[in-house]
């Protein structure tokens, strides 16, 4: 469920531009109207604000923002006006670059999106970039992350509800043998992983744990530690079937870090806010005994926290 | 009585002998419409090359042959029109099923699908698949292929290429050296190639362009003439190189009249699914029309008959 509140009488697209452009002018920002603006629209209707913005002032309102702010406030407000589309091209692309690589964040897309919003994602990477996701992704990676990578990210999974029990239980039984002989980067698993709807995965391990007795992830985490493949692994198939358990960890790590680590919790954030960012929650402070926004308050400051804390739903603004 | 009727016509019609593929329909109208029962009985008893005296039980039983190529004769003008009506994006995702049900043999059909058709329409092969068949494409193909042909076929059918007209020509470059050096090896060892894979399922059709156009240059000698013609390297490289090379090869295949029923069935699927996109199909009649001498409505006129030639021809002048 979304988290960030929208209240009930929404001022037009073009109120809206109009005050964000008054938060612009004039010495310094004015943040709080900027977040008290964006931080309570909808995707739809930050779309309607952009569009006006620009027929309004002649501006891309991400580029007025960009001039306005910095750091990671800035960073949050960008991904969060952004389409979810536009917003996970940018990730998936500053994942395959030098420096910003990270086989994980390409995963989280290919994984945790529904079949629309991957394809969502892949239109806006060819608007943007000029190429496609896929081309870039395999690019950048070798060997068995390639594999299982450009396999996710290319899929356009079948959405139904509908499972094969028979099928459910053959592909069990064929990931326990692999995974036995540590057979991790086999192609049988590669394939069970990047090409059957979650419908028909969960099913699959269902089956797995009352076949073995034990969680399939339980399985996994005999192998190697440092194994990165692995790793990639278990968070693919975390991914597919729990993907708020996922989130949890990483937010978890992010928050936890001596230092946190701003880039993964401003992107769950602002990609989860609209879809499960609550149940997400909910299971943090299941696991942790603290509340997700007590967390992000006792390690984020000034505009940065205001802002995660307005798409928490947690600020009193509406 | 007394009515001279034409069996040869009728005999000519439904044996397909000598003239090529579908029914002269206003004939068979004319002479077996018209005809009375004992002229038929006549007919039965005289034509023993398709049906058989039970003397037994005094009737001529047709030969199983000739009921299977009766049906299959009529049934293309048939399937021609069910396969028309079709939205695009069904009657490719029933091909590629077809093709995987059958085997083998067919898995052209899918590199077909997937590299000549436009990355808009592949996706909605892909989102008919969801709708008739309750499972993804990728996931059919995955699970009913092996080996090398699975990679490759999986990566061309999961494809979304970019369609725009930016290229990086050092990239081309590069990925042209790879592919020089992974096509020296003999016979299907190219496609287990991970690079090859990934060339030939990820890059937009535009740079493959480029990279045809480097590896030429490099290795002094065409890509297309350095590859086995039956392989199914050769196929993708083809459809997304020079598809109106492609369509012009397996129409020209199918027109022959000793192809079999199987090679026969191109023709429709050809026709059916080229002729929305009128360019396409008039670079394919233009490189048919440069590669054989005739020009496909010729060989079409000749080889055809009945309803299934005028659907084809009348497809056909759609492009022009």
């Not at chain 2, 040869?8 to 109208?29: Q, R, T, W, Y």
């Not at chain 2, 042209?176 to 050096?181: S, V």
Request: hydrophobic share 35%.
């Amino acid at each position: 469920m979304a988290t960030f509140k929208v209240s009930s009488s929404v001022p037009s697209p073009s109120e809206d531009a109009e005050q964000l452009k008054t938060a612009f002018e004039g010495w310094g920002t004015n943040e709080d109207l900027i977040i008290s603006i964006l931080a309570h629209r909808s995707a739809e209707q930050r779309k309607l604000i952009r569009q006006t913005y620009h027929e309004v002032f002649g501006e891309d309102l991400l580029k007025s923002l960009d001039k306005e702010l910095s750091s990671d406030f800035e960073r949050a407000i960008l991904l969060w006006t952004m389409e979810p589309g536009e917003r996970d091209a940018l990730l998936a692309n500053e994942a395959t670059k030098r420096w910003t690589s990270s086989n994980q964040v390409l995963m989280e897309v290919a994984c945790t999106r529904t079949s629309t919003q991957l394809l969502h994602a892949r239109q806006a990477y060819h608007a943007r970039f000029k190429k496609s996701i896929e081309e870039d992704v395999a690019h950048h990676t070798t060997g068995d992350f390639r594999k299982l990578l450009v396999s996710l990210i290319s899929s356009y999974r079948y959405e139904g509800e509908e499972v094969n029990m028979t099928l459910a239980k053959q592909e069990a039984k064929i990931i326990h043998e692999k995974i036995k002989d540590k057979h991790y980067n086999d192609e049988e698993v590669i394939r069970i992983l990047s090409t059957r709807s979650k419908a028909q995965i969960n099913a699959t391990f269902n089956r797995y744990q009352d076949a073995h007795g034990e969680e399939i992830l339980k399985s996994l985490e005999e192998g190697d530690g440092d194994d990165k493949f692995l790793q990639l692994l278990r968070s693919t198939i975390q991914c597919l079937t729990r993907p708020e358990l996922y989130f949890v960890d990483v937010l978890r790590s992010a928050i936890n870090k001596s230092g946190t680590d701003e880039g993964a919790l401003t992107r769950i954030v602002t990609t989860r806010a609209e879809i499960d960012l609550k149940v997400i929650g909910q299971e943090f402070q299941r696991r942790n005994s603290i509340s997700l926004e007590k967390a992000i308050t006792k390690d984020t400051r000034g505009d940065y926290e205001k802002m995660l804390v307005a798409l928490l739903g947690e600020d009193d603004d509406a | 009585m007394a009515q001279t009727l034409d069996w040869d016509v009728v005999i000519d019609a439904i044996s397909g002998k000598n003239v090529g593929m579908g029914v002269d329909e206003k004939a068979l109208i004319t002479t077996l419409g018209n005809s009375h029962k004992d002229h038929r009985k006549l007919f039965r008893k005289a034509s023993k090359s398709f049906f058989e005296e039970d003397e037994e039980r005094a009737f001529e039983k047709c030969h199983d042959q000739f009921v299977k190529h009766l049906r299959l004769e009529f049934s293309r003008f048939n399937n021609a029109v069910v396969m028309w009506s079709m939205h695009p994006w069904e009657r490719d995702a029933r091909v590629v099923k077809k093709a995987l049900k059958k085997g083998d043999e067919c898995y052209s059909l899918i590199v077909e699908v997937a590299c000549t058709r436009s990355s808009e329409d592949l996706l909605g092969a892909r989102k008919a698949y969801h709708s008739l068949f309750d499972q993804s494409m990728e996931e059919d193909i995955a699970s009913n292929i092996h080996g090398s042909r699975r990679k490759l076929l999986v990566g061309l059918v999961s494809a979304y290429r970019y369609e725009g007209n930016k290229v990086k020509d050092d990239s081309a470059k590069s990925d042209a050296k790879i592919l020089a050096e992974a096509v020296a090896s003999p016979g299907e060892k190219a496609i287990e190639n991970d690079e090859v894979v990934r060339i030939l399922s990820t890059r937009s059709k535009l740079h493959l362009q480029h990279v045809y156009k480097h590896y030429n240059q490099i290795k002094g000698s065409d890509l297309l003439g350095g590859v086995s013609e039956s392989s199914i390297l050769n196929d993708a490289l083809l459809c997304l190189l020079k598809p109106s090379v492609y369509f012009s090869k397996i129409l020209n295949a199918s027109l022959n009249k000793d192809a079999d029923k199987g090679t026969k069935k191109w023709l429709t699927r050809v026709f059916v699914t080229r002729a929305d996109h009128s360019d396409e199909m008039k670079d394919i009649a233009e490189e048919y029309n440069q590669r054989y001498g005739e020009t496909l409505a010729q060989n079409i006129q000749e080889k055809i008959r009945g309803n299934y030639r005028d659907f084809l021809l009348t497809l056909l002048s759609k492009s022009n």
